[in-house]
């Protein structure tokens, strides 16, 4: 048995969020150039810095940081 319930807000907002949003007007034009920004500024940190730990961290929160821009613009409009 769950011991707790998500209020309706909560509930809604968990709906919201794991639901596919499919791409509309401009979004997917948005989605690219926001990937090729990421690219770039990738293919820079590579250049500049040593393999390492901290670079592969830095790489991964780049990424993380685009799955939440593309999220930003797929669930709020």
């Given at each position: 048995?769950?011991?707790?319930?998500?209020?309706?807000?909560?509930?809604?907002?968990?709906?919201h969020?794991?639901?596919?949003?499919?791409?509309?007007?401009?979004?997917?034009?948005?989605?690219?150039?926001?990937?090729?920004?990421?690219?770039?500024?990738?293919?820079?940190?590579?250049?500049l810095?040593?393999?390492s730990?901290?670079?592969?961290?830095?790489?991964?929160h780049?990424?993380?940081?685009?799955?939440?821009?593309?999220?930003?613009?797929?669930?709020n409009e």
């Amino acid at each position: 048995m769950d011991k707790y319930q998500p209020s309706e807000a909560d509930a809604k907002k968990l709906a919201h969020n794991f639901t596919y949003h499919k791409p509309k007007d401009d979004q997917p034009e948005r989605y690219e150039s926001i990937r090729a920004t990421a690219l770039v500024l990738a293919k820079k940190m590579c250049a500049l810095c040593p393999p390492s730990r901290e670079l592969s961290l830095a790489l991964t929160h780049l990424e993380e940081s685009i799955h939440w821009t593309n999220a930003s613009i797929a669930r709020n409009e």
